[in-house]
């Protein structure tokens, strides 16, 4: 399939929903439009109420917030995953003993930790950072872990014969072996600071997106949460995308469909 | 014992290898093995498939503890790896994540030279190796023979005085083996180091090497014969395979390699 009946396929389906969507809260079909509206409003509202939330400087401001707590929460979890994955791929010990209560920490669902964090970093970004950070420092630790772990012992092998000490192999094998998984898992680990932050900030804050969209519901206005949710959406689809270009970069030597070249 | 002759470049004595079993129990891989490889002598291993051929390199590369018997590297007792010999993997044992030049660059670090120095260096051994238009492509933009190049020039680089080679063509396709074959006699006539070559090609090791050993099936597999091969050098591996003498070595040899490829074959058919 060529990429223009792709994309025409793709518009063609986000198009037939918008319009049914539209026909089914503006007709009669499904009873009382007025009535109908106040539980899934238009896609005229929404769009409108978008159009009208970016004609002041109020959302950039949320946006900046909610942007700048997913950076910390990534920033801060990748660290300690990283340290955390490496020192324990390379104890055994200190992994054997740590095992049942990483598993059981990992186990815990994030939320219920989030009025903890109001509670002890107030209501201010920190506890959203310290809810992303739970999320993001477990997939990296994992990942990491497991990369250090995994080593390819042909490799290993060949490195040490080349005469490298402990310090050359951490250097040279372990650490890029480690950021290979780390870096995998990048995407995912991005998009869970962010559900920290959001739901952080939905659960007791005064700025974010998160804020917003809570205080639409809270006001039963269907249309401003749609709002919210859709800016929320474009947000996470341009992260994503500057994610993945951040990471084409420093990948360059993986083996993929585009640079495979077989001489 | 007061033998004027220089010790050899590797002395294997009685030496026996085993590993544990998962469950339990221990595999003994090699026995009783005697082997000296001297200065500057090109020997080659052969034997049926699993008869611990690469067991007896990696021994010799300080990778695997012997459980007796005694590794000597140039009359000295090797403990830890022996950093004296340069191994080439049959694998792929490149770092996928840098290019073929900080790849063969990054084998002098251990030794202490600058950065610019060993680029500069590494820039020579790709040349040597018929790389040179390739330094910056990544292992997974080159092809098998590529790789194996660059290997080279990586294991080279640092000047071994003992070079370990596992199968090391294994992989490739004949033609590229032939070319690898003629690339390596071509850097070790320049200065001939003491190798160490496994392979179960018996035309590959005879074409190569100015000593051919053979091992039994296993396991306990041992050295049940030593041939060596008087070719004249220069040799063209191509074609060396044509001579009379060639013919003639290889039905000696094969005669004996033959029964043990056989009771190994046996073997994987029963169990």
Not at chain 1, 136 to 154: A, K
Not at chain 2, 107 to 134: C, D, I, S, T, Y
Not at chain 2, 220 to 233: H, T
Request: aromatic residues 10%.
């Amino acid at each position: 399939m060529n990429r223009t009946k792709l994309l025409v396929l793709q518009v063609g389906v986000g198009l037939a929903a918008l319009v049914l969507w539209h026909v089914l809260t503006t007709s009669p079909i499904l009873g009382n439009p007025k009535q109908i509206q106040f539980f899934f409003s238009t896609p005229v509202d929404v769009l409108a109420r978008v159009v009208k939330e970016f004609s002041t400087t109020e959302i950039w401001r949320h946006l900046w917030i909610t942007l700048l707590e997913t950076i910390l929460a990534f920033l801060t979890g990748a660290t300690g995953g990283i340290l955390f994955g490496f020192l324990f791929a390379r104890r055994e010990l200190l992994a054997a003993v740590f095992d049942p209560y990483i598993k059981a920490a990992n186990a815990l669902p994030r939320v219920v930790l989030a009025p903890i964090f109001a509670l002890w970093f107030g209501l201010g970004i920190w506890s959203k950072v310290a809810l992303g950070f739970t999320l993001v420092f477990f997939i990296v630790f994992f990942n990491v872990y497991q990369g250090v772990r995994e080593v390819s012992p042909v490799v290993l092998a060949n490195a040490r014969m080349l005469g490298m000490n402990e310090r050359q192999l951490l250097r040279h094998v372990y650490w890029p072996a480690a950021l290979t998984w780390m870096f995998s898992s990048l995407h995912t680990s991005v998009g869970f600071a962010l559900v920290g932050a959001v739901v952080g900030e939905y659960l007791g804050s005064s700025a974010g997106l998160g804020y917003k969209i809570q205080q639409a519901e809270s006001v039963f206005d269907v249309t401003g949460v749609f709002a919210g949710m859709l800016i929320l959406a474009v947000f996470v689809i341009v992260i994503d995308a500057i994610v993945t270009v951040i990471e084409n970069r420093l990948l360059v030597w993986r083996p993929g469909p585009a640079t495979s070249v077989q001489a | 014992m007061t033998t004027p002759l220089p010790a050899p470049a590797v002395c294997l004595t009685e030496l026996a290898i085993a590993f544990a079993l998962k469950g339990g129990g221990r595999y003994t891989a090699v026995e009783g093995i005697d082997l000296a490889v001297a200065p500057g002598e090109f020997v080659a291993i052969v034997g049926p498939t699993g008869c611990g051929k690469s067991t007896l390199l990696n021994a010799t590369a300080g990778l695997v503890r012997p459980v007796a018997g005694r590794v000597e590297i140039f009359g000295r007792e090797l403990s830890g790896l022996n950093i004296r010999a340069g191994y080439l993997f049959q694998q792929d044992a490149l770092m996928p994540w840098k290019t073929a030049l900080e790849n063969v660059a990054v084998a002098l670090e251990p030794k202490g030279v600058a950065a610019a120095k060993a680029r500069a260096q590494a820039e020579q051994w790709l040349r040597r190796v018929g790389l040179a238009a390739f330094t910056e492509r990544y292992p997974h933009m080159l092809s098998g023979g590529q790789k194996k190049r660059v290997a080279l020039a990586q294991m080279l680089i640092r000047d071994p005085e003992i070079l370990l080679m596992d199968e090391p063509f294994g992989p490739l396709d004949a033609q590229t083996r032939q070319l690898m074959g003629n690339l390596l006699l071509e850097l070790w006539a320049a200065d001939r180091k003491a190798v160490m070559f496994v392979t179960h090609d018996l035309e590959e090791a005879i074409a190569l090497a100015d000593r051919v050993v053979v091992m039994s099936a296993g396991p306990a597999a041992r050295i049940i014969g030593d041939f060596r091969v008087e070719l004249p050098r220069p040799r063209d591996i191509a074609e060396v395979r044509l001579e009379p003498a060639f013919h003639h070595i290889h039905k000696e040899i094969w005669s004996q390699l033959r029964v043990e490829v056989q009771k190994a074959y046996a073997q994987g058919e029963a169990g």
